[in-house]
């Protein structure tokens, strides 16, 4: 028994001396720390702030997810994992150069429309009014 011990012993002193806790720093050519790249500021997506299912006119179920201030909803027909139509508000103009902003006010639950002008949403709460493409519009309750 002590015979494998002696020749167990030096084998994982040298594995344990293979391992070097310090680290050196990445350099270049001519002997200067690299410095590391600020990342890109990156925008989340805005978060649902209520949720919503309605019956419409037509007998159709839409699941809506309402996002950020107003700003955009996500609406599906059907089943709660159908996949989302997204309607946005239109985009604020940007205030030409020398000129003072319009004071920030609070989306409204406007009228959000789709990428394609096909799709719209108006209202939140209780009763929406929605236009789908391929249907006519028409009002939602909850």
Known sequence: MT???????????????????TETPAATENGTETAAVPAADVELPPAITATGTYRCADNTILYVDFLGQNEAADIRV???T??????????????????SPAPAQANTAGPLTSADGENSLSGSGNQINVKLAGKGAQTCKS
């Open 78 to 80: 059907g089943e709660k």
């Open 82 to 99: 159908a996949l989302a139509i997204r309607v946005m508000a239109p985009k604020a103009d940007v205030p030409a150069a020398g000129t």
């Open 3 to 21: 015979k494998k011990l002696i020749f167990i012993a030096p084998l994982s002193m040298l594995a344990l001396a293979a391992c070097n806790s």
